[in-house]
């Protein structure tokens, strides 16, 4: 069993690095292809999430109620979770 010199061990993290960020370009893409099909309302709904509003804020902005948009968010993010695990 050899011993791995620390340039192997960089090597590899460096390796596993450029996986993990090509990975997350990737599910990056396909979250940005999912918004692109959303309806308009939607698509706004989830960007405001994404820019970690609350609710309360997101109810304010697009004149629905808290339930209203607690709702759609939840449905949202299920269509999404099918969608990535289809892929």
């Given at each position: 069993?050899?011993?791995?010199?620390?340039?192997?061990?960089?090597?590899?993290?460096?390796?596993?690095?450029?996986?993990?960020?090509?990975?997350?370009?990737?599910?990056?893409?396909?979250?940005?292809?999912?918004?692109?099909?959303?309806?308009?309302?939607?698509?706004?709904?989830?960007?405001?999430?994404?820019?970690?509003?609350?609710?309360?804020?997101?109810?304010?902005?697009m004149?629905?109620?808290?339930?209203?948009?607690?709702?759609?968010?939840?449905?949202?993010?299920?269509?999404?979770?099918?969608?990535?695990?289809?892929?």
């Amino acid at each position: 069993f050899k011993q791995k010199t620390a340039y192997e061990f960089a090597l590899v993290r460096g390796l596993g690095d450029v996986y993990k960020r090509q990975e997350k370009e990737e599910q990056l893409a396909q979250l940005y292809a999912f918004l692109d099909e959303l309806r308009e309302l939607d698509r706004a709904l989830m960007l405001l999430y994404l820019d970690q509003k609350s609710h309360k804020e997101m109810a304010a902005i697009m004149g629905l109620s808290e339930s209203h948009v607690g709702t759609k968010i939840n449905r949202i993010k299920t269509a999404l979770r099918k969608k990535f695990n289809q892929k």
